[in-house]
C-alpha cells in the first residue's frame, strides 16, 4: 500500500548507530525509507548558498542545480505534468464539461462513447468528468497535507537540531512511537469515526502522522550545517542564535527537506486514495480517484474502464512529483555530478 | 553488548507504551466501544450503561489502559466482537500474515538485490535506466490499485491463480499476494542497493582489492558486496514490521484472513479489545525486529562497537 | 628496464569536455631503482601510475595512446585475465589513504591471506600463517593476535605497514607507492619511508614513488621525473636536479622548500594556477606562470631536449635555467 512515507516510516530512531556506534557519518543505520535515505545523503553534501547571497556567488548550490534541471528531460516532463494537474485542480470545466455528480444509472458500466472517451462506471457516471475532477481533491490534500507536514516537522526537528539537549531527546523519543505505529493502520482507526465528508480530516491524519519524517530529517540536515566551519566561525564570531539558524543554517539544511517533502507529496496523494479506497478516507459526494477506484473494483469483469481511468491518473500524479523530487535531488547533490 | 541491549530494552518501553497509548485513546476517545459491544443493533441504554459497568469503561481512560495493559501482560487479550477470545483470532490470524511476510522478504532479497546489484554495477546503461524507471513506476502506482490489476489480469483474464485466497492460505496461494505486498519495498531495496554498489564501487577499497588482482568475482562478492548489502539488510530487517502492519490493503483485496482482515473486521465493529490486542502485537514485533537488526548490524560492520 | 612507459596519453571523457590527464610520459625503471615522480595534484602522476597498474577508471578514463612495457611486455596489448595475473604478483600499490584503501570489513589478515589464496592457491589456513609472517616483517608488535583485527583498529602509521606488507606479500618485481606518506604525522613519516626503502633493498624492487614532497624524495629516490599538466617536464638523477635544475618549474618548485638558511625572507611561490586540463595553453603549458617564457615559449611545444647524458628538460630555454 502507498503509505506516506513509504515503505512505512521506519526504525526507531534513537539509540542508533550515530549515537552507539564507533562511526557516526557511515550511519546508513538500518532501514530507511527512499526520500530519507536520498535526503540524508544530501546532509552530508556541503549545500547551499553561504548567506552571503546568491548574487556575490554566480556558482551557488542554487544556480547550479537550477542550470542542471533546465535541461533534465525528467525535470520538464514531470513539471509539465504537474502544471497541467494544478491547472484542471483550477479549472476542471475548462476540459470536461458537465457535473461529475450527474450520473445516469441507464449507463451504468458502457465504455467509451461520443462525450464520455472513458465510459461509465457502476452508477453511470462519466468516468473522464470523474477522473478529470478528481485531479482537484488529490492536488489539494497533497499539497494541504505536505504544507503542513513541511512547516510542522522542520520547524520541530530544525530546532531540537539546533538547541540539542533534552527537548532533542524528547523529540527524537516522541517520533519514535509515530514511527512505530503503521500508517494505514493509524488512519483506518482514526477517520474510521470522522464523518466530516471534506478533505480536512484526511489532512490533519497526514500532518499527525507525516510530521516526525521530516522532522528526523530536518534535525540531521540542522546538526549538519551546525558543524559547517564557516558556522562554527560564525558562533565564534559572536552571532547571535536567531541569525545563525535563519541566515546560516537554514539556507543550508533546507535542501534535503524540500527533497524529500516533493517526494512525499506524491506519496500523500497516494496514501489519500488508499484510505479511500479502505472507505475511510474521503466521502461521496468528494469526488476522489481513491472512491472511484474502491467504487469500481466490485465491477472490475465487466468494467475494467471505470478502474483503470482513474488508476492511471493516480500513478501518473504520484509519478510526477515522485520524479520531480528524484531530479531535484540530483541537481542538488554535488556528489553525483 | 550486554549492556547496550538492555539499555536498548530499557528505551523500548516508553515507545512501547506510548505507540499502544495513542493507539488505545484513538480507539477509545475517538470512537463509541459498547456501540461495537451490542453487535450491529443499536444499544438500549440500560445494557450499555451495564456493558460500561462490565467492562470498567466508566473508569477514567488511563485506568482503562492500565488495567487493559495489565491483562495484556498476563496473557488476557480480551473478547473480540463475535466473542472468541482475541487470542485465538492472533493463532489463526498470524501465521497467515507470517506466511505472507515471508514470502514478499524473499521476494525482496532475491528480485530486490538482484536488480540491484546488476544496475548498481551497470549505472548509467540502459538496463539500469530502464530499471529505474520500472521502479519508478512500481512506486508511484499504489499498492490497491496493482493489487487490483494483478488480480483482474492473474486471476480473472488469465485465470493463473483463484482471485481470492482461501481460508487455508498456503504459500502457493500466498505467492502473488505477497509480490503485491512487497511491491514498493522491492523497489526501494532495488534502488537503495543500485545507489550503495555504486558508491561502493568508487571506494578506495575495490581500487585496492582491484590492483590485488583479484578476479572481478571476487572484487564484487567479498569487497563490494559484502560492503554495499549492510544497508540493505537493515532495510528490509525493519520492514518486517512494516510490511506485516501494512498487509492491510493486501489482504483485504485479497479476501485472505490474516492480521489486516481482522484488524479492518475490529476497526469497521469498533472492538477496542481486537484492535487494540493486534496493534500492541504488531508494535512489539517492530521493535524487536528493529533490535535485532541493531544487533545485526554491529555484526556485518566490525567498526561498529556497542557499549 | 623493468618498466618503460612510452608516450603514453590518457583522456577523461566528462560532461563538461574531454579533460587531457597525461600527454605523452615517456619513463623508465630499472630493478632496484627508485623514480620519484613530481607534481601538483592534477598533473597526471598518479594517472600514470593507475594506467601502469592497470586500474584506471574507464569510462571516463581512456588510453589514448601509448605503449607499457613491463619485463618486455606490452601491458596494454594483454587479456584482461593476463593482465590481472600482473597485478599484485609482478606489481603492487601502495595508496595514500590505507585507512579508507583498506575493506573496512575485512580483518587484514584476511586482506592479506587473500594474496597467496588467489594468486598462489593456498588454504586459508597457509594464507594466514603467511599473513602473520608479512605483518612481523613489517614490524608490526603481536602480529600473531592483530591479524584478527580490522583496519579502523590500527595506527595511520601500522595501517601503512600492512599496505606495505600487502604490496610486498607476493614479491613483486615493481612497486608504485602513491603518496605513501603524505596522510601521516611526521614522526611516523620517516619510519615507513625507511622501512619502505629497506624492503626495497632487500628483495631488489623497482619503486616508483609518487610525491609531491621534495624532502622525501632528496633521501631515498636515484632519479626524478617532474610532471606538469600531464607531461614530464624534467627528468634527471637525484642530485643532478637538486645541484642546478634545468627547468623553470623544477626550480620554482626547490625555491619554494623553506630553507633554515633564508630565515626570515620572505618563502617564494610559483605564480599562477596549474592549468585546467580541458583548455592546456598552447605551446609550453606552463608558459602563463613562467618567469623566463618568451614568445616561442607561447607557440611551440618543447620537445624533451637532451642536457646530458640520462638527463632530459622540456624546456626551450634549459641552458640558460641550467645556468643561471
Redesign the interface.
Known amino acids: 500500500m502507498p503509505e506516506p512515507m513509504p515503505p512505512e516510516p521506519l526504525l526507531s530512531g534513537g539509540g542508533r548507530v550515530p549515537e552507539d556506534g564507533a562511526i557516526a557519518a557511515t550511519g546508513m543505520g538500518g532501514a530507511m525509507d527512499l526520500a530519507t535515505a536520498e535526503g540524508e545523503t544530501l546532509e552530508r553534501a556541503p549545500a547551499g548558498p553561504d548567506g552571503t547571497g546568491p548574487t556575490d556567488r554566480p556558482r551557488s548550490l542554487w544556480s547550479d542545480a537550477w542550470r542542471d534541471l533546465r535541461r533534465n528531460p525528467v525535470f520538464i516532463l514531470s513539471g509539465l505534468v504537474i502544471l497541467f494537474l494544478v491547472f484542471v485542480s483550477l479549472w476542471p470545466s475548462v476540459i470536461a464539461s458537465g457535473s461529475p455528480l450527474k450520473c445516469d444509472l441507464a449507463k451504468a458500466q458502457e465504455g467509451s462513447q461520443q462525450g464520455a472517451p472513458f465510459g461509465y462506471d457502476g452508477q453511470g457516471c462519466n468516468v473522464y468528468t470523474r477522473t478529470v475532477y478528481g485531479a482537484r481533491t488529490s492536488v489539494t490534500v497533497g499539497v494541504l497535507a505536505t504544507l503542513g507536514v513541511a512547516l510542522f516537522g522542520s520547524v520541530l526537528g530544525g530546532l531540537a537540531g539546533f538547541f540539542g539537549g533534552v527537548w532533542d531527546s524528547v523529540l527524537s523519543r516522541i517520533t519514535d512511537i509515530f514511527f512505530a505505529i503503521p500508517v494505514v493502520l493509524g488512519g483506518l482507526v482514526l477517520l474510521s469515526v470522522v464523518t466530516s465528508n471534506t478533505v480536512w480530516p484526511v489532512i490533519g491524519f497526514m500532518v499527525l502522522l507525516g510530521w516526525p519524517q521530516i522532522s528526523r530529517i530536518a534535525r540531521g540536515s540542522v546538526i549538519t550545517a551546525k558543524q559547517n566551519d564557516y558556522v562554527q566561525a560564525a558562533r565564534a564570531l559572536g552571532a547571535s542564535n536567531s541569525r545563525m539558524l535563519l541566515r546560516h543554517i537554514a539556507p543550508n539544511a533546507v535542501a534535503p527537506v524540500i527533497v524529500v517533502a516533493t517526494i512525499a507529496l506524491g506519496t500523500y496523494i497516494a496514501l489519500e486514495a488508499t484510505l479511500s479506497y479502505l472507505g475511510v478516507g474521503l466521502k461521496p459526494p468528494t469526488v476522489s480517484w481513491g472512491i472511484d477506484i474502491s467504487a469500481a473494483s466490485p465491477y472490475i469483469r465487466n468494467a475494467p474502464h471505470a478502474l483503470l481511468w482513474p488508476s492511471g491518473a493516480l500513478a501518473l500524479t504520484v509519478l510526477a512529483f515522485i520524479m520531480l523530487g528524484d531530479a531535484v535531488r540530483d541537481a542538488l547533490d554535488p556528489k553525483l555530478r | 553488548m550486554g549492556r547496550?541491549v538492555i539499555?536498548?530494552l530499557l528505551?523500548?518501553i516508553?515507545?512501547?507504551i506510548?505507540?499502544t497509548l495513542?493507539?488505545f485513546l484513538?480507539?477509545n476517545v475517538?470512537?463509541?466501544p459498547i456501540a461495537g459491544l451490542c453487535g450491529d443493533r443499536q444499544c438500549d441504554p440500560a445494557t450499555a450503561a451495564q456493558l460500561e459497568k462490565e467492562f470498567g469503561l466508566d473508569k477514567p481512560v488511563w485506568q482503562q489502559y492500565l488495567t487493559y495493559m495489565g491483562n495484556v501482560f498476563t496473557g488476557d487479550f480480551g473478547t473480540a466482537f463475535n466473542g472468541q477470545p482475541v487470542t485465538e483470532l492472533m493463532a489463526t490470524a498470524f501465521p497467515v500474515t507470517i506466511r505472507l511476510t515471508i514470502i514478499a522478504i524473499v521476494f525482496e532479497i532475491v528480485i530486490g538485490i538482484t536488480l540491484g546489484v546488476v544496475t548498481g554495477l551497470r549505472r548509467g546503461r540502459p538496463v539500469d535506466s530502464g530499471v529505474l524507471l520500472v521502479t519508478?513506476?512500481v512506486?508511484?502506482?499504489?499498492?490497491?490499485?496493482t493489487g487490483?490489476?494483478l488480480?483482474?489480469l492473474l486471476g480473472?483474464k488469465w485465470g493463473w491463480i483463484k482471485p481470492s485466497v482461501s481460508s487455508d492460505a498456503t504459500f502457493g496461494e500466498l505467492i502473488v499476494p505477497g509480490l503485491v505486498l512487497a511491491s514498493?519495498?522491492l523497489a526501494?531495496v532495488t534502488?537503495?542497493t543500485r545507489?550503495?554498489i555504486a558508491e561502493n564501487k568508487?571506494?578506495?577499497?575495490v581500487?585496492?582489492?582491484?590492483?590485488?588482482?583479484?578476479?572481478r568475482r571476487?572484487v564484487v562478492t567479498?569487497?563490494l558486496l559484502?560492503?554495499s548489502l549492510?544497508?540493505v539488510v537493515?532495510?528490509?530487517?525493519?520492514?518486517i514490521?512494516?510490511?506485516m502492519?501494512?498487509a492491510?490493503?493486501?489482504e483485504?483485496i485479497f479476501n485472505i484472513h490474516g492480521v489486516g482482515f481482522q484488524?479492518?473486521q475490529g476497526?469497521?465493529r469498533?472492538n477496542t479489545q481486537t484492535?487494540v490486542g493486534f496493534?500492541t502485537v504488531?508494535?512489539l514485533v517492530?521493535?524487536v525486529a528493529?533490535l535485532l537488526?541493531?544487533l545485526l548490524?554491529a555484526v556485518?560492520?566490525?567498526?561498529?562497537?556497542?557499549? | 628496464m623493468l618498466l618503460e612507459v612510452h608516450d603514453l596519453h590518457v583522456e577523461f571523457r566528462t560532461r563538461d569536455g574531454i579533460a587531457k590527464a597525461v600527454n605523452g610520459v615517456t619513463y623508465g625503471v630499472d630493478a632496484g631503482e627508485t623514480l620519484a615522480v613530481l607534481g601538483e595534484s592534477g598533473s597526471g602522476k598518479s594517472v600514470t601510475a593507475q594506467a601502469v597498474m592497470g586500474i584506471l577508471d574507464t569510462p571516463p578514463g581512456r588510453i589514448t595512446g601509448g605503449r607499457i612495457l613491463f619485463q618486455g611486455r606490452d601491458l596494454l596489448t594483454l587479456k584482461e585475465e593476463e593482465r590481472r595475473k600482473v597485478r599484485g604478483a609482478e606489481m603492487a600499490m601502495i595508496f595514500q589513504d590505507a585507512l579508507s584503501s583498506l575493506n573496512p570489513v575485512l580483518s587484514v589478515g584476511d586482506q592479506l591471506g587473500e594474496m597467496f589464496v588467489v594468486h598462489r592457491g593456498m588454504s586459508r589456513k597457509d594464507a594466514r600463517a603467511k599473513a602473520v609472517e608479512l605483518m612481523d616483517r613489517v614490524r608490526i608488535p603481536a602480529a600473531k593476535e592483530r591479524v584478527r583485527q580490522y583496519p579502523h583498529q590500527f595506527s595511520g602509521g601500522m595501517r601503512q605497514r600492512i599496505m606495505i606488507a600487502m604490496a610486498m606479500a607476493l614479491e613483486p618485481a615493481l612497486i608504485i607507492a602513491d603518496e605513501p606518506t603524505t596522510a601521516l604525522d611526521v614522526t611516523v613519516q620517516a619510519q615507513v619511508m625507511e622501512l619502505l626503502a629497506e624492503l626495497q633493498r632487500e628483495l631488489h624492487m623497482g619503486l616508483i614513488l609518487i610525491t609531491h614532497d621534495l624532502g622525501v624524495v632528496a633521501d631515498v629516490a636515484d632519479r626524478i621525473a617532474v610532471m606538469y599538466a600531464g607531461r614530464i617536464v624534467e627528468s634527471a638523477p637525484v642530485h643532478d636536479i637538486y645541484k642546478a635544475p634545468a627547468h623553470p618549474y623544477t626550480r620554482g618548485l626547490l625555491d619554494s622548500i623553506p630553507r633554515l638558511d633564508q630565515k626570515g625572507q620572505e618563502l617564494y611561490a610559483i605564480k599562477g594556477l596549474p592549468p585546467n586540463l580541458m583548455h592546456i595553453p598552447p605551446g609550453c603549458a606552463f608558459h602563463p606562470r613562467c618567469p623566463m617564457a618568451q614568445d616561442v615559449c607561447r607557440t611551440d611545444e618543447p620537445p624533451l631536449y637532451e642536457v646530458e647524458e640520462e638527463r632530459g628538460s622540456a624546456c626551450h630555454f634549459w641552458r640558460e635555467c641550467l645556468h643561471g
Not at chain 2, 568508487?202 to 577499497?205: A, G, K, N
Open positions: 547496550y539499555r536498548r528505551q523500548m516508553p515507545v512501547f506510548g505507540a495513542l493507539i484513538m480507539v475517538m470512537g463509541d519508478l513506476v512506486i508511484s502506482v499504489p499498492t490497491f490499485v487490483l490489476l488480480q483482474l480473472v514498493v519495498s526501494y534502488r537503495l545507489t550503495s568508487r571506494s578506495d577499497y581500487r585496492t582489492a582491484i590492483a590485488k588482482g583479484l578476479p571476487r567479498r569487497h559484502r560492503n549492510i544497508p537493515t532495510f528490509i530487517g525493519t520492514d514490521g512494516a510490511l502492519g501494512g492491510i490493503v493486501t483485504r484488524l479492518y476497526i469497521l469498533q484492535v496493534v504488531l508494535v517492530f521493535l528493529n537488526v541493531d548490524y556485518l560492520d566490525p567498526r561498529i562497537r556497542y557499549a
